[in-house]
């Protein structure tokens, strides 16, 4: 059973370590807020997740701390979680910062072990090369996937990414499809 401490926003932490395959290197935890410093594992940088439990409404102020504790910590990206809703403010600033807003609805759990739910992977640019080359076709000839899709929001693809969606068949064995990641 889960300890009593750990929060929902704690539990969608792991959830996004493991499948981001992000490594942890610091946590901090306050009355407020728990601060995660990880690193991502395709560009070796550092990123900051703020955890902020409870039902609590996120608004510029909070947003100027995370931007404050990147700056402090020379950190360029940021993640924010929380289990209440965030300000219009907030979602519009937040491009412009490089920060990362999860939603309420993100995952506690991992969604690739569900027997339904394909295998998603990004591609790295020498693959994304590979594959257009392959099928003689631009990026946007794929076809495509919501940034808002939750497996796409669970591996942290970006509009302008690729993906390679594995699915298991009964009579074809493995079937391979790839996604253009639209806004």
């Not at 889960?2 to 499948?19: A, G, I, N, P, Q």
């Not at 409404?57 to 947003?63: D, F, R």
């Not at 993100?106 to 994304?128: A, N, S």
């Amino acid at each position: 059973m889960l300890s009593e401490e750990e929060s929902v926003e704690e539990r969608k932490v792991k959830v996004l370590l493991k499948l981001r395959k992000y490594k942890l290197i610091k946590k901090d935890k306050d009355k407020e807020v728990t601060t995660y410093v990880v690193k991502t594992p395709k560009e070796k940088k550092k990123m900051l997740i703020w955890c902020i439990p409870k039902d609590k409404t996120v608004g510029i102020a909070y947003l100027n701390r995370i931007t404050k504790a990147m700056k402090e910590a020379k950190i360029e990206r940021g993640i924010l979680i929380t289990g209440g809703r965030y300000t219009h403010a907030v979602k519009q600033a937040c491009k412009k910062k490089k920060i990362e807003l999860l939603p309420k609805n993100f995952p506690v759990f991992d969604i690739f072990e569900h027997q339904l739910v394909p295998k998603h992977e990004i591609l790295t640019e020498e693959e994304k090369k590979e594959v257009l080359e392959k099928y003689k076709v631009q990026p946007y000839q794929l076809p495509q996937i919501k940034a808002s899709d939750p497996a796409v929001k669970v591996i942290g693809a970006k509009p302008g990414d690729i993906l390679r969606i594995i699915r298991k068949s009964p009579t074809a064995g493995e079937h391979i499809a790839y996604r253009y990641v639209v806004e």
